[in-house]
């Protein structure tokens, strides 16, 4: 992400609130299987993606640049969804 010019150094995995799913339309979700609560009522996206812990960074860049294409397209069909 610095390649990116963005500094995500202090940033570490958060677990779903409850506070986060009430202010959200879609929650998104990578890996988390059975493990995640449920909201009724919320639109769920599961993102199947490799972990990129303890990868090269040849190996994570994709991993990146995946996410920030699903992330696009996702904001996309939100936004034409509201037109």
Not at 43 to 52: F, M
């Amino acid at each position: 992400m610095a390649e990116l010019g963005i500094d995500i150094s202090g940033e570490k995995p958060k677990r779903l609130t409850d506070a986060m799913a009430r202010d959200t339309d879609v929650i998104v979700t990578m890996g988390c299987g059975d493990a995640c609560p449920v909201y009724p009522g919320k639109r769920y996206v599961d993102w199947d993606l490799p972990d990129p812990a303890g990868k090269s960074i040849d190996e994570v860049r994709p991993i990146r640049d995946e996410i920030s294409a699903r992330v696009e397209a996702l904001m996309k069909q939100l936004l034409s969804s509201r037109s």
